[in-house]
Every structure is written in C-alpha cells, then in structure tokens.
C-alpha cells in the first residue's frame, strides 16, 4: 500500500512561481513512475508530466519550459516547480504513482490533490 500526501498549493498571481510537493509512504518494493496530473474546474483530469526513478521526465505540451518535475528517492518525494503561471493552469493537483508490491504486484495510487489558483 501506498500513500501519498501533496502539498504546496495556493493562491498566486498571473506570471509567479510555486513548488509542490509529494511524499510517498507506506509499503513498497518501487515506486516507478510518479506523476502529476492536474484538473481544472468543469475539465478532466490530465496528464502534468511524469518522472522515472532514474530521472526521465516527460511534460505536456502546455507546460513544457516552465514546470520542472524532480524525485529524491531517499525521501520518497516528488517535486513540481511551477513557473510563469497562468490562469489556466488553476486547477487541482494530483499525485500519482505506479507502485511494484510484495509478489510481483502492483498498483496505482493517487494524492488526495492540493489546490492551485492563478488569478489577479
């Protein structure tokens, strides 16, 4: 089982910056890969970017060149650096993660989400 907790969230104006956070706790061989995906209000939820434990990274489109997502694997946290924010970019948060369990199982997991606000 795993739990993850975000947090970072808040209220900022059009062109600040804010950094997320999410740790990972609970019982697990890996974690593999982590992932943010945000929902907007009346929108689905999408795809952020993802990481690897090996540092790989992918970023949506909408995104790309001014979110940065990192991983210290020894505290089992994920980071989203959030650059030039944009209105649209208000949304919910969420942390994600495919974890590998005892057995060859494995499972995904969601945060419980940490709200962010660009707005003037």
């Known amino acids: 089982q795993v739990q993850l907790v975000e947090s970072g969230g808040g209220l900022v104006q059009p062109g600040e910056s804010l950094k997320i956070s999410c740790v990972a706790s609970?019982?697990?061989?890996?974690?593999?890969?982590v992932a943010w995906y945000r929902q907007a209000p009346g929108k689905g939820r999408v795809l952020v970017a993802d990481i690897s434990t090996g540092g790989l990274t992918n970023y949506a489109d909408s995104v790309k060149g001014r979110f940065t997502i990192s991983r210290d694997n020894a505290k089992n946290t994920v980071y989203l650096q959030m650059n030039s924010l944009k209105p649209e970019d208000t949304a919910v948060y969420y942390c994600?993660?495919?974890?590998?369990?005892?057995?060859?199982?494995?499972?995904?997991?969601w945060g419980q989400g940490t709200q962010v606000t660009v707005s003037s």
């Open positions: 609970g019982s697990f061989i890996s974690i593999d890969p």
């Open positions: 994600y993660c495919n974890a590998v369990l005892r057995f060859g199982a494995w499972s995904t997991y």
